[in-house]
């Protein structure tokens, strides 16, 4: 007799043989696209039966049952690693089916009756394979914390449906909708037209909605531990990066979005471009990532704002970042320094933005370590000098970064004799900076003014331009 795991097995046997090694590569762009959704609606009816069975799974290895569970039966620790044996998917994966089938699974009452799950129109939809796994577990999670009246739930939770499936019509019906207008809906031979199903993340979105909606006073609960478990934390340094984790509050976060955002966005680049400047900017692109992008903003934000004067003085100095380096391994340009608070040195480039920025102060050592000289710092542009550079630099002379956010680098190095004067500085975002050496960039000082020359695989024909979006230069 043919069971059921039979017919399962003969069902994965066709499709293999349907589609065959190379079936795929021989379909036209739209025929790939509409086998793409058919095999997703396939899969669906498949994740029904894998939650529903993993449910099960975990219902008979339930802890209770101690030495009558299905789990410990069979030598198992637990229902994840009995899942795992069985179906050789990762832990991760078989936590997720089991903590969904269990919110899916029916319930027992003490004399045996079964009683539907909580969420039985999620476990009717997944089990009829019209929702996948992604949106069910959407919307179990959004709904399951919420402690509203149980006719409340199971409407947000036949909305959800709905919208995961793009059952609701998108037109309505004077008999039924008594706020329809019937002069709009007057045509008797209308028909209503579902909507486009969501899709899960869609319905994440919709499903924090209705618990708002449903359960209001849960909100005030939930952010309380998200005030609890809020954290920025410090990291470690590991493969020439410091990596942490930090958990924000939404409002944190959304404003943090906002401030990237804000720099960004073309739109808020180039007031003092002309338009001849801003289209050769828009050409030239920018090859980092969005995430490499939001790394050097948050550098720029956080240089500007310890420069700021607004920020906390620590020993009477603003905060400062102190760099150990030797002298010869600074004239030599090569050789490691060592960031205080940190074990792993950084590399001469690095420090040579870092004292470009911040500049020199010699420390002399004797062979014990006593600090014998303690020279003046050196090297540094003052802050009166710094706002006529940004002023007449206008921005990073690369990019458009706000002149404010950007460091001062000298044109002529300092090492090479090169003067801390406004005829040899010009302003440098953090990213460019920390790159002018090996990017291909070109800069030059002409009468004060910079001039700027692209590298070749940008402009071939190696022509020095201006930087300079002073408002009084003659060009502008």
């Known amino acids: 007799m043919e069971t059921l795991a039979d017919q399962f097995d003969q069902l994965g046997a066709e499709l293999s043989a349907l589609l065959g090694p190379v079936g795929v590569r021989t379909l036209t762009d739209e025929e790939l696209l509409i086998l793409t959704g058919a095999v997703e609606r396939l899969g669906r009816a498949v994740d029904g039966a894998r939650v529903l069975a993993a449910g099960e799974i975990g219902d008979r290895s339930r802890r209770e049952l101690g030495p009558d569970g299905l789990a410990y039966q069979k030598g198992c620790r637990n229902a994840i690693e009995l899942l795992e044996r069985v179906t050789l998917i990762g832990g991760l994966t078989a936590n997720q089916r089991l903590k969904l089938g269990r919110q899916l699974h029916p319930d027992t009452t003490l004399s045996g009756e079964a009683l539907p799950g909580r969420f039985p129109q999620v476990a009717e939809a997944l089990t009829a394979g019209r929702i996948g796994i992604d949106a069910a577990a959407a919307i179990v999670k959004g709904l399951q914390p ?214 020199i102060q010699p420390v002399r050592f004797d062979s014990f370590g006593r600090i014998i000289e303690l020279g003046t710092k050196q090297r540094v542009f003052t802050p009166a000098q710094r706002r006529a550079i940004n002023l007449r630099d206008g921005s990073c002379i690369c990019c458009n970064i706000p002149a404010g956010w950007t460091e001062i680098h000298h044109v002529l190095d300092w090492a090479k004799n090169g003067l801390t004067h406004t005829d040899n500085g010009v302003s440098l975002c953090w990213f460019h900076h920390r790159t002018i050496e090996t990017s291909g960039w070109d800069i030059r000082m002409i009468r004060g003014v910079p001039h700027l020359k692209a590298p070749p695989w940008i402009d071939p024909t190696g022509t020095w331009r201006p930087a300079s979006k002073a408002r009084t230069d003659k060009g502008n």
């Open 146 to 359: 919420a402690n509203a009246h149980p006719d409340e739930l199971a409407a947000a939770e036949a909305e959800l449906v709905a919208a995961a499936t793009g059952t609701h019509p998108t037109s309505t019906d004077p008999d039924t909708d008594p706020d329809a207008d019937p002069a709009v809906d007057a045509d008797p031979d209308a028909t209503a037209v579902a909507p486009l199903p969501c899709a899960a993340d869609e319905i994440a979105i919709q499903a924090s909605v209705w618990r708002a909606v449903i359960d209001p006073d849960g909100l005030q609960p939930s952010e309380e531990r998200a005030m609890r478990s809020r954290m920025f934390g410090k990291g470690h340094l590991r493969d020439g990066l410091v990596r942490g984790q930090y958990a924000l509050l939404p409002e944190i976060a959304a404003k943090l979005d906002r401030l990237f955002d804000a720099y960004l966005s073309p739109n808020t680049t180039g007031v003092f471009l002309t338009d001849d400047e801003r289209a050769t900017a828009e050409a030239l692109g920018d090859d980092r990532t969005p995430d490499q992008q939001r790394h050097d903003v948050l550098a720029a934000l956080v240089d500007g704002h310890a420069r700021s004067g607004t920020a906390p003085r620590i020993g009477g100095a603003s905060p400062t970042v102190l760099v150990s380096v030797k002298a010869a391994d600074l004239n030599s340009g090569r050789g490691p320094g060592w960031i205080d608070g940190l074990t792993t040195p950084i590399s001469m480039a690095a420090i040579n933005q870092m004292t470009c920025t911040g500049g």
